[in-house]
C-alpha cells in the first residue's frame, strides 16, 4: 500500500518560485489591485441562498488561505456531448472508438490561450497558482481571503450553520469576474455544503426490522460478506477483475488494518490486490473515527469492489479532506487512464458546469461511473423543495446527472444454503426521482409507459440500475469489530462500488476479447432492457417503495423501470456477456498443401478456443472436429490435415 500524490502538485514544485515571483511583481504594479477589463460576468450559484436569512457572525478572517478550483469554459460543449452520445450508442458506427485524452483536449477541451487567459487573470489579482491540469478543464488556485475578495468582488463572511453545529463561510454576493475570461464556475468559495456519504449507521429498527440475509458473515449475524455477492450476482462465473482497477470518490481516509483484515477473511486472492491513495487539495489522508464518519464510508466502498472482483490489479482512492474540492478529485480520476472503473458513493451542493464537463470527458475516454443515488428516499419534486435533488441547499448533487450510471439500493437475500440469489426486493431508503435541471437522455425516452411508472417524459429520472445497500457485513474504525461497528450497514454507498467492480468483471472479459472497455453504458442498459433478453439479464425488482413521510405516494417498485431501482440489479454472466464486446470472427488464411498435408491457419485473439471442422457435404449440415479446440495463445493458430480422394470443406468455429 502507498500513497500517491497528485501529479499536478509534483509538477507545480518546480515552477512555483517563478509563479510567487510574478504573483509579487503583480503586487508592485498593480497596489493590490484586481485586474478587470471593465465589465463584468456574475457567476451564478457561488452564493447559499439561506445567507440572505442569516446574519453574519463577521469577516473571514484575512489571514486565512483558501484553495480554489476555477473551471475553464470548454471550447465545443455541443461537440463533446454529440461524441459521447455516438461513442455510448451501440447502434452507432462510432460506437466504443473512444478518444486518448490528448485528443480530447485537442478537440474539446479549453485552449491554450484561454487556460493561459485565467492563470493571468488569477496571477495578476494576487492568487498563485496552486496546480494545473493536463486536460486544462481546472486552474487550483492559493490566496488570502482578501485577494480573492478582490478578485472576485465579493465579501467573505462567517454565519452559523442553520442545521449543524459549526459555523461556516460564505460571500455576501455572486462572485463576477472579467466579462471575457472564460471562467463558468468556482469551487471552494463556501464551506455551507460539505460532501456527504451515502452510508446510515445504525439501523433503525423501528422503519425497517432487520431481516436475515442469509450470509456467511464471519460473526454469524447473517449479513452479506465476501463471496456473497459473487455467488447472488455472477454465479459461475471465472471472471476476477484481472488486470482491472477500480477508483472511487473519497472525502476521508481509511485504515490498511481494516481493509486488510477484510480480504484476509474474505479470501479468495483478495490480499494481493494493491491499495492505493491519491491525496488531493492538501488532505493529509489521516482518516477521521466513528461508526457515522467518513472513514467508514471509504472502507465500505474499497471492501464492496473487493467483494464482487477478488482479482483486480489495484483499487484506486482518490482523497480530499472534508472540505475537499469535488472537481478535484473527479478530475484526478479522468486523468488516469488505467483506472476505467469508477464509483462514487458522496454526495454534495450542486449542480455545476465543471462537474458535467468532467463526466462528459470520463464518458469520452472509456470510463464508466456510478453513482450512489441517496439514501433519503424518493426526492421530491422541484428544484427548491426539501428533498428535491436539484436543490442547491441539499447534498443530492451529482444523483441527477444523466452522463453516469445512477445505482439505487435492493434489500437482497440468498437462499438458505447461503450459494445463490433467492429475492430482492427494494431498500426503503433508496433515493428516486425525477430531476428539475436535466432533460431526458434519449436512451431513457424509450421506456415504455413511462408516465404511468411515475416518471417523466420531459425531465431525467433517476436512478438506472440498483444493487444490494443493506443487511452488509464491514469492517472499519481501526479495528473495532463490535456489532454496532460490523453489522448491519446501509446505504447505496455499498451498491455503487459493487457495479463498479462487477464493470471491471465485463471490462476484463472484453479486454479478452480484444475489445474496447464499456465506457458509459446507460445507453446499451436500456436497449437490453428494451430487448427479449431483459429477464436473462437483470434481476427486475417488482416488490417494495422508498415512499417517505415528504412524498408518500413516491415511487411504487414494478416490472421492467421503476423508480425505486430502475432496471434492476445485474444478473450474472449473461449481462457481462451482452455488455462485453464480442471477439472478432476468426479470418482463414489460403490453406497451404504440402506432401499430402494441407495446413489451415487462421486468427485468433488471446485466451479464445477455436474448432477446427471438417465435412464431405455443405448442404447436409454434419461437421465433424478436426482434432482437439485450440486456446489461442497468442494471433494465429493453425492446424493440419491429410489429403485424401474425399473433397473436404473446412470452416473455424469461435467457442463460446
Same mark, same amino acid.
Not at 499536478?8 to 515571483?21: A, R, T
Not at 422503519?207 to 447473517?222: I, L, Q, R
Not at 473495532?480 to 472479459?509: K, R
Given at each position: ?113 484561454? $487556460? ?412 437490453? @432492457? ?70 489451415? @491457419? ?47 470443406? $473446412? ?6
Amino acid at each position: 500500500m502507498r500513497a500517491v500524490l497528485r501529479g499536478s502538485e509534483l509538477i507545480m514544485s518546480k515552477g512555483m518560485w517563478s509563479v510567487k515571483f510574478f504573483a509579487l511583481a503583480a503586487i508592485f504594479c498593480l497596489g493590490w489591485q484586481p485586474a478587470f477589463s471593465g465589465d463584468l460576468k456574475v457567476l451564478p450559484g457561488h452564493r447559499p441562498e439561506i445567507v440572505t436569512t442569516l446574519t453574519p457572525k463577521g469577516r473571514l478572517p484575512a489571514t486565512n488561505q483558501l484553495l480554489l478550483a476555477m473551471g475553464v469554459a470548454l471550447r465545443d460543449r455541443p461537440g463533446l456531448e454529440n461524441f459521447v452520445r455516438e461513442v455510448a450508442d451501440p447502434a452507432s458506427p462510432n460506437f466504443r472508438h473512444y478518444l486518448t485524452r490528448e485528443e480530447l483536449t485537442r478537440r474539446f477541451g479549453p485552449t491554450d490561450s484561454d $487556460y493561459e487567459a485565467v492563470k493571468a487573470y488569477a496571477i495578476s489579482n494576487g492568487l498563485t497558482v496552486f496546480a494545473t491540469h493536463a486536460n486544462r478543464l481546472l486552474l487550483d488556485v492559493l490566496g488570502p481571503v482578501p485577494a480573492v475578495e478582490r478578485a472576485l468582488h465579493v465579501t467573505l463572511s462567517t454565519y452559523r450553520h442553520p442545521t449543524e453545529p459549526r459555523d461556516f463561510f460564505a460571500p455576501d454576493t455572486e462572485p463576477a469576474v472579467d466579462a471575457a475570461l472564460p471562467l463558468v464556475d468556482i469551487q471552494g468559495l463556501t464551506d455551507f455544503s460539505r460532501p456527504q456519504p451515502r452510508l446510515i449507521r445504525p439501523r433503525n429498527a423501528l422503519v425497517e426490522p432487520h431481516v436475515a440475509a442469509n450470509g456467511t458473515a464471519p460473526d454469524g449475524s447473517g449479513d452479506l460478506f465476501g463471496n456473497d455477492f459473487r455467488n447472488a450476482y455472477v454465479p459461475g462465473t471465472t471472471l476476477t477483475g484481472a488486470g482491472q482497477s477500480v477508483g472511487l470518490v473519497e472525502f476521508d481516509g481509511y485504515f490498511t488494518n481494516d481493509i486488510f483484515n477484510y480480504a484476509k477473511l474474505a479470501g479468495g486472492g483478495r490480499t494481493n490486490i494493491v491499495i492505493e491513495r491519491v491525496l488531493l487539495d492538501n488532505y493529509d489522508g489521516k482518516p477521521s473515527t466513528g461508526i457515522n464518519g467518513g472513514e467508514a464510508e471509504t472502507e465500505l466502498d474499497i471492501e464492496m469492489a473487493m467483494t464482487l472482483a477478488p482479482g483486480l490489479a489495484r483499487i484506486v482512492s482518490y482523497e480530499a479532506g472534508e472540505n475537499g474540492n469535488q472537481n478535484d478529485v473527479l478530475n484526478a480520476m479522468q486523468a488516469n487512464s488505467n483506472v476505467l472503473n469508477l464509483s462514487c458513493s458522496w454526495g454534495w451542493s450542486g449542480p455545476s458546469n465543471t462537474t458535467d464537463a468532467i463526466f462528459l470527458s470520463m464518458d469520452a475516454v472509456g470510463q464508466t461511473l456510478f453513482n450512489a443515488s441517496g439514501d433519503s428516499g424518493a426526492f421530491t419534486t422541484g428544484s427548491n423543495s426539501v428533498n428535491g435533488v436539484d436543490n442547491p441547499l441539499t447534498e443530492n448533487s451529482p444523483s441527477s446527472n444523466p452522463d453516469i450510471t445512477q445505482v439505487g439500493g435492493t434489500t437482497l437475500t440468498l437462499n438458505r444454503a447461503g450459494k445463490a440469489w433467492a429475492s430482492e426486493v427494494v431498500w426503503s431508503y433508496s433515493s428516486g426521482g425525477i430531476s428539475s435541471y436535466y432533460s431526458i437522455p434519449g436512451w431513457q425516452a424509450s421506456i415504455p409507459n413511462l408516465s404511468a411508472r411515475g416518471g417523466s417524459t420531459q425531465f431525467r429520472n433517476i436512478p438506472d440500475v440498483a444493487a444490494n445497500a443493506n443487511n452488509v457485513y464491514a469492517l472499519y474504525n481501526d479495528g473495532d469489530t463490535s456489532p454496532e461497528a460490523t453489522d448491519d450497514n446501509e446505504g447505496t454507498s455499498a451498491a455503487a462500488p459493487l457495479w463498479a467492480a462487477f464493470t471491471a468483471l465485463v471490462n476484463q472479459q472484453s479486454a479478452r476479447n480484444g475489445g474496447a472497455s464499456v465506457g458509459f453504458i446507460n445507453p446499451a442498459l436500456y436497449a437490453i @432492457a428494451a430487448g427479449s433478453n431483459y429477464a436473462r439479464c437483470f434481476h427486475d425488482i417488482t416488490i417494495g417503495n422508498n415512499t417517505t413521510q415528504q412524498s408518500p405516494d413516491l415511487f411504487q417498485a414494478t416490472n421492467n423501470y421503476d423508480l425505486c431501482s430502475g432496471l434492476g440489479a445485474m444478473n450474472g454472466t449473461n449481462l457481462i456477456a451482452a455488455l462485453a464486446s464480442p471477439p472478432p470472427a476468426p479470418v482463414v488464411s489460403t490453406p497451404i498443401l504440402t506432401d499430402g498435408q494441407i495446413l489451415i @491457419a487462421w486468427t485468433t485473439v488471446s485466451q479464445q478456443s477455436y474448432q477446427l471442422q471438417w465435412t464431405t457435404n455443405l448442404n447436409g449440415g454434419t461437421w465433424s472436429d478436426l482434432g482437439a479446440a485450440t486456446n489461442a495463445p497468442g494471433t494465429v493458430a493453425a492446424m493440419s490435415d491429410t489429403v485424401s480422394n474425399a473433397e473436404r470443406f $473446412y470452416r473455424v468455429v469461435l467457442l463460446p
